[in-house]
Structures are given as C-alpha cells and as structure tokens.
C-alpha cells in the first residue's frame, strides 16, 4: 500500500516562527513577494521542493529537522522556470553562507507532466527535467502536477488547516477529492491504496445545473465554443461570471466598483465588495460562483465515491470562507437527485495553509531521496 511518508510540524513545515523558532522575516526587496530564513544551517544536504502556479510559485530549501530558506514569487516575473529557480538558489546561497547541496528535489507544476516534460497552463513556461538535472545539477528530481503534490500534502496537514462544511461520516479505506480553484482549476483523486491520480479534470465541460447556469454557458459559449470548468471556476471565471450578471437588466453596476474595476484585481475586488460592502452585483457573482464550485467538486466526489473526504483546497476558498460556509456551496454538492443521501454522508473540507502543495511536493522529495 502507498502512503506519503508523513512528515512532522518540525521536519518541514515553516509556515510561521512559533512553529520553527530558527526562521525570521528577511526585509530585502527584490523579486521576492516574502522570505524566511533559518541562520546556521548546514547547506551540504538538502531537499528542494516547489508549487508552480500561474499566478505565485514557492519554493522551500528543508534541511535535517526543519524548512531552513523559503521564498513566494509572482511567477509572470519571470520569462521560464530555471530562471526562477537560478534566482532562488542564488538568494538560497547568500542567506546561507553557501551554496545548498540538493540530494532531492520534487517540483508541482499546474499542467500535465509527461515523459519529464510540462508545458506550464496559464505560462508561457515549458519545463524538462533533464535540462534541470544538467544545469543545476540534481540527481534525484520529481516534476509532478501540482494537484499531484496538494493530494500529497493531505496529511501533512495539521487539525487547525481544515475547515469542515460537513462532517458526513468519512470512511477511511475510501477514495479522497482534493479540489481547488485558483489561476486555473485543479483536481486529484486519491485512490483508496493512498496513491494520488491527478489529471487535467478542471478542463472537463462545464455542465449547467439551473437556467441561470445555462444562460451563462450560452453567454461563454459565444466566447470561447466548448466552455470548461476552468471557464467558470477559477479567478477570471468570477470576473466573467460578473460580467454576465452586469449585461443583466436585473443588475446594476456601482460606480465605485466600477471605477475600481478598471485597474485593480477583478476576483479579489469582487470578492470583497460581496462579503464586505454587500454589494448585490458583485454578491450575486459570488453566489453563482460557489453555486458552480459546489455543483464541480459534487460531481468529481461522485465519480470516485468520495466518502474518505473532499478537500477543497486552491488560493480562493480560504479567501471566500465565510461565504463557502453560508451554505450554498454545499446545497449544490449535495444536489444530486437519487444520491443525495450519499453525498451528505461525504466530509467536505476547506484546506486553508496555501503551503498544501509545498508540503506535499516536500514529502515527494524525501520519498524519492529514501527510495534510492
């Protein structure tokens, strides 16, 4: 049977000083979004993990008992991925005194992983392992889709990092759904042997549940032809899903919105005037977005029987919390006519530590590094 090697808070997770009490803020500007450091390390054996995203990427250094340099970049700053990976292991070298000797390295991209090779979705960005190896010189390294490595970060959770929408009755043998919605939308089942499945579910076809659902398949089919989960559940499918409500006689615009609109960042904009100003536009968009997501990650549960658990996981459900938990979201997991008993005995869980694909890609990396 396959299982994640299970690492403790101590071994690799970093994700605030009172969990590892070597790691402090370094204020440097630069191409960074943040960093954290841990001084007096040995940098001569090391694991390299990464999650690769459209819009961010981590990446973290993880020495013998604990993450020891970690840094969040946007990742469009950057024309490919070893340009990224250089600059970390650059900055890596400096805060450490040397230059990081990497036993093993896993990275989770967002896109398929074939034969060692990703072509990065939503990034101009292709990636080949074995001009990884040459360059920087790794002898074990792992590319992995990164709903992949978020399946096989699950339990390196700890009890804090979940959210649950509803408890159901979890069987433990049983298969898991880890769903997340972000730049993209991302989706992996885990079997019930522990070995995750990953694949590119997110861009299945977008099924309609409800006529206001169908008139926004009808108002994206004229957009793009065949319209995918991913059209409608992501980021930018809340910005379209606004822009639909917004051509609707029913729905007037604000002008601060609006005006706001035309240079900040459409999905957190609408996001916070739906839960915080309670605007009724950007509301509604919210709703019909969750209405979506709830009905996607319902019918992926459904396809392997999810009753070990559904973890919604991806940048924007910690963000839209309170709202997951208004009910909605659920009401549309469970509609699903004859099975809707079943589907209300399967625990939902929201997974609010961004770090997720970082931990699990960190735990591929040591499985790769004992393996050999």
């Known amino acids: 049977m396959y299982s994640a090697p299970h690492w403790t808070a101590a071994s690799i997770r970093m994700r605030s000083s009172a969990r590892c009490p070597a790691l402090e803020a370094d204020g440097q500007a630069g191409a960074h979004e943040n960093r954290r450091v841990a001084h007096f390390v040995d940098a001569a054996r090391m694991l390299l993990a990464g999650d690769i995203g459209g819009t961010k990427a981590l990446l973290a250094l993880y020495g013998s008992d604990h993450a020891v340099f970690e840094e969040r970049y946007a990742s469009s ?8 990976l250089a600059h970390f292991l650059h900055g890596a070298t400096a805060a450490l005194g040397s230059a990081p000797r990497v036993t093993s390295a896993c990275f989770g991209f967002a896109g398929p992983v074939e034969d060692g090779h990703v ?5 101009p960005w292709s990636v080949d392992a074995s001009r990884l190896r040459a360059r920087f010189g790794f002898s074990r390294l792992r590319l992995v889709n990164d709903f992949y490595a978020a399946a096989s970060g699950i339990g390196q959770l700890a009890p804090g990092e979940l959210v649950t929408l509803q408890s159901g009755e979890v069987k433990g043998d049983a298969p898991r759904l880890v769903i997340g919605a ?98 009724a536009l950007a509301g509604a968009a919210l709703d019909l977005f969750i209405a979506c997501y709830g009905a996607a ?31 909605g979201f659920i009401a549309a997991f469970n509609d699903k006519n004859a099975f809707g008993d079943h589907m209300r005995r399967v625990p939902v869980h929201v997974v609010t530590n961004e770090r997720l694909g970082l931990l699990g890609a960190a735990a591929l990396a040591q499985a790769r590094q004992e393996a050999r």
């Not at 009808?218 to 793009?224: A, D, I, P």
């Not at 996981?313 to 963000?319: E, L, M, Q």
């Open 182 to 279: 972000g730049t993209g939308l991302g989706i992996a089942y885990v079997g019930a042997d522990g070995k995750p499945l990953a694949g590119e579910g997110g861009h299945a076809a977008f099924a309609p549940v409800s006529k206001m659902q169908a008139e926004l398949w009808q108002y994206l089919h004229e957009k793009f032809g065949r319209v995918t989960l991913e059209h409608v559940i992501s980021g930018a499918g809340l910005a379209r899903i606004y822009a639909f409500l917004r051509q609707r006689p029913d729905y007037s615009e604000s002008a601060e919105l609006r005006i706001a609109l035309r240079t900040g960042d459409a999905p957190a904009l609408i996001s916070r005037y739906a839960m915080e100003q309670a605007d």
């Open 119 to 123: 072509r990065v979705t939503n990034l």
């Open 297 to 327: 990650a319902g019918d992926h549960a459904l396809h392997v029987m999810a009753r070990g658990g559904v973890f919604v996981a991806g940048g924007i459900a910690p963000k839209i919390l309170p709202r997951l938990q208004a009910g």
């Open 77 to 84: 700053e950057f024309t490919d991925f070893e340009s990224l």
